[in-house]
T-cell receptor
Framework: AQTVTQSQPEMSVQEAETVTLSCTYD???????LFWYKQPPSRQMILVIR??????QNATENRFSVNFQKAAKSFSLKISDSQLGDAAMYFC??????????FGTGTRLQVTL | GAVVSQHPSWVICKSGTSVKIECRSL??????MFWYRQFPKQSLMLMAT?????????EQGVEKDKFLINHASLTLSTLTVTSAHPEDSSFYIC??????????FGSGTRLTVV
């Protein structure tokens, strides 16, 4: 069974600074996808970034980038130039051939002035 | 982009009654619809997976007779909570999957059973 672990229940970052959210996963599959989702107070799930396991290059989306370490089964999210609107719950997720998303427990990110 | 429209956004019902939650995929065909439940300050827990025209596959511990899922078309899936009780109060979210491992989430339904 796949598992996703987020060891940081809460993180805080100052506006304009950089923060990294950690995620590790366990899977027996060789072909899978990893995601970071943002859930603001509205509770709408918003895709932040996606990584295909077969791609060695780390995915980036504007201020968001990942550090994908396949051998270590690590998938951290870096948010650069943090903005107040980045404050939210962030969930790391994994999917394999079964196509079911398995979510981590989430990290609540606070952004301070 | 792809949108999943979920209704209602919130509902209050009396204990013992049934509630239907609807998810429609707009601008894409959701071959698979996933239904999640989320308790306050917790993660999303998958309840069931449904494919168009097939019976839903329920996760362990989820009562299929209580949470009825219908996926009659590629654009509509419904979750009916039957004989709802206060412990069924929660936030329910659907997610439609089309091609290319894209998942589109509905905006969620807050169910309160009184």
């Amino acid at each position: 069974a796949q598992t996703v672990t987020q060891s940081q229940p809460e993180m805080s970052v100052q506006e304009a600074e950089t923060v990294t959210l950690s995620c590790t996963y366990d899977t027996s599959e060789s072909d899978y996808y990893l995601f970071w989702y943002k859930q603001p107070p509205s509770r709408q799930m918003i895709l932040v970034i996606r990584q295909e396991a077969y791609k060695q290059q780390n995915a980036t989306e504007n201020r968001f980038s990942v550090n994908f370490q396949k051998a270590a089964k690590s998938f951290s999210l870096k948010i650069s130039d943090s903005q107040l609107g980045d404050a939210a719950m962030y969930f790391c997720a994994h999917t394999g051939t079964a196509s079911k998303l398995t979510f981590g427990t989430g990290t609540r990110l606070q952004v301070t002035l | 982009g792809a949108v999943v429209s979920q209704h209602p956004s919130w509902v209050i019902c009396k204990s013992g009654t049934s509630v239907k939650i609807e998810c429609r995929s707009l601008d894409f065909q959701a071959t698979t619809m996933f239904w999640y439940r989320q308790f306050p300050k917790q993660s999303l827990m998958l309840m069931a997976t449904s494919n168009e025209g097939s019976k839903a596959t329920y996760e362990q511990g989820v009562e299929k007779d209580k949470f009825l899922i219908n996926h009659a078309s590629l654009t509509l899936s419904t979750l009916t909570v039957t004989s709802a009780h206060p412990e069924d109060s929660s936030f329910y979210i659907c997610s439609g999957a089309g091609d290319n491992y894209g998942y589109t989430f509905g905006s969620g339904t807050r169910l309160t059973v009184v």
